[in-house]
């Protein structure tokens, strides 16, 4: 068994403000070239704005780190262009078994209907998603620079503009930006320059990872333990990853030495029994971590704008991390784009925070139950826990207060202020707010997928039975939508047929659209660019559309 990944090495370059002597100018700096930060410089390089990411390493993450990617965020990373390649390295899955000892008490399916495109979940190591992003932001080189062994070592908020010192190899250097992202992690040194704070908690408890390189013919699923006969009263938990990798994670209570128990003496028993002497693996990482569920009241402080674990933190338990921080991205970019392109107010990124920070309330809340379920704080919470376990085996409605783990889902952003309110009768989920489902279509390029034919823009959704018939007017009306420069992309979706005037047409070819957005003769959505609801009726009205794509983009 051989471990399979070689670190990269990224070269320092030296940057032409060390040449010249004089500060440089970007309309965007991202600070952090992890998953969130390569995520926003690669969505603005994708929208045609330029961008400069400087990172202070000069590899990838060392360990497997964040492991698990939600179906959200592997479509955000199909719009920006290399959701493909993740998903065929990973390990897809969409089925997690909870047990109590031996015996499995719930398990849960996160795709429970079929034709969707992406599974519920996929494990990765983050070195290959950052080796993945990289990759994809030097496609871009046109509009992202990358420099690394780049250290930021003071910001300075400066009115319409961010000065930035840099520490490198070859000696510290300043630059100026119009638009500060900060993605540089939990800690956040920019968050602790600028003197910002961060609240919540941390839990009194510690865990052990340990990724083993092994061959198992286990199922590609999520189980967790609670209180298995290898590792008593506590809980463990395993997943697979690329390249026979297993990720399994240890509870070791409060009390545990997190450096005696990162030693291999300490680590190699805790495996055995729980995998048995005959198991052949080797250790390839071994971390010690604590919960800590914690965000910044705002995200967004003038021209500086922070995301991901640099605003808010989970535990790790629910894979809430990494896949909110490449949310973060997506609803950040197209709005910052807006702004630089003098096509929306600077408040446009106010409803960054407001969006934002209800998705970080709504994590920070699951993650927060699944921890006090794990790790119960009192002998009568135990006692409790312990009954719902027992219980679950046999009763259902036990089954749905089991929560080792509440998984990440996508953000519904019902009722952010961008959104037009329903003034119309539908049913289903598709409501304003909401993350936009996927579904087969036939293009006219062959077949696809509805969320591969959104984003980046804001787009109209109208449905007919037969695109053939299309109402002239309606079909001129769909032709002329533009707000405040903002062209609105619009989209004719029909059982069959071919709209004229050149309109895109899309054809669901099993229903699915219309089922899932309770589609109707007449039915009209507003997609935003990031693939939610912004609107919808029961019949096309071009003012309508209008004054929706003004609110949501804040002109209104």
């Not at 009954?387 to 259902?396: D, G, I, T």
Request: include cysteine; charge should be negative; hydrophobic fraction near 40%.
């Amino acid at each position: 068994m051989q471990k399979t990944f070689t670190y990269p090495k990224f070269d320092f370059v030296k940057p032409p403000e060390l040449t010249s002597g004089q500060p440089g100018h970007y309309p965007v700096v991202v600070v952090g070239a992890g998953p969130v930060g390569l995520s926003a410089a690669i969505d603005l390089a994708n929208q045609g704005q330029d961008v400069l990411l400087i990172d202070n390493d000069d590899t990838v993450s060392i360990g497997s780190r964040g492991v698990c990617y939600a179906k959200r965020a592997l479509e955000v990373l199909d719009r920006m262009g290399c959701g493909d390649k993740f998903v065929q390295k990973g390990v897809s899955w969409d089925v997690g078994r909870t047990f109590l000892r031996e015996g499995e008490v719930f398990n849960f399916n996160l795709r429970p209907e079929p034709d969707h495109h992406r599974p519920g979940m996929i494990n990765l190591q983050q070195y290959y998603l950052e080796e993945y992003l990289i990759e994809r932001a030097k496609q871009l080189s046109d509009k992202l620079q990358m420099r690394f062994k780049s250290n930021v070592i003071s910001v300075l908020p400066e009115g319409d503009k961010v000065t930035v010192r840099v520490e490198t190899p070859d000696g510290p250097y300043s630059l100026t930006t119009d638009w500060l992202v900060v993605a540089d992690g939990a800690r956040s040194p920019i968050r602790t320059m600028l003197g910002l704070d961060i609240d919540g908690k941390i839990f009194m408890d510690r865990f052990l990872i340990a990724d083993v390189v092994m061959k198992a013919d286990f199922p590609s699923e999520r189980w967790f333990w609670f209180d298995p006969p290898f590792h008593p009263n506590q809980s463990v938990l395993l997943h697979k990853q690329a390249d026979n990798v297993w990720r399994i994670d240890f509870q070791l209570g409060w009390q545990a030495d997190p450096e005696a128990e990162k030693k291999p003496e300490k680590v190699i028993p805790r495996i055995k029994a729980m995998l048995g002497d005959e198991r052949e693996f080797e250790l390839e990482w071994v971390s010690v971590y604590t919960f800590q569920c914690r965000r910044m009241n705002q995200f967004n402080h003038g021209r500086v704008l922070f995301v991901g674990d640099a605003a808010h933190q989970v535990s790790p338990f629910g894979a809430r991390g990494a896949n909110s921080g490449i949310q973060d991205s997506d609803n950040l970019a197209w709005k910052l784009k807006l702004v630089i392109d003098g096509k929306a107010p600077a408040t446009l990124l106010d409803s960054y925070s407001e969006e934002r920070g209800l998705a970080a309330d709504e994590n920070i809340m699951n993650s927060t139950r699944s921890t006090d379920f794990i790790t119960p704080k009192s002998n009568t919470s135990k006692t409790f826990r312990n009954a719902v376990l027992e219980l679950a085996a046999n009763y259902p409605f036990a089954r749905a207060l089991v929560n080792s783990g509440r998984l990440s889902v996508p953000s519904w952003l019902a009722t952010s202020s961008l959104n037009t309110p329903d003034t119309d009768e539908f049913t289903g989920n598709m409501i304003p707010g909401a993350p936009m489902a996927d579904a087969p279509v036939q293009t006219a390029s062959g077949e696809g997928w509805l969320l591969h034919q959104l984003g980046n823009r804001f787009q109209v959704l109208h449905y007919v039975e037969d695109a053939g018939t299309l109402d002239a007017a309606i079909a001129k009306s769909l032709g002329d939508l533009t707000v405040n420069g903002i062209a609105v992309e619009p989209i004719v979706v029909a059982k069959k047929g071919q709209a004229s005037d050149g309109l895109k047409t899309l054809i669901d070819t099993k229903g699915c659209i219309a089922q899932r957005y309770d589609l109707q003769p007449g039915s009209t959505y507003l997609a935003r660019p990031d693939q939610h609801v912004a609107a919808r009726w029961r019949t096309l009205d071009a003012g309508k559309i209008k004054a929706a794509v003004a609110r949501a983009t804040a002109n209104a």
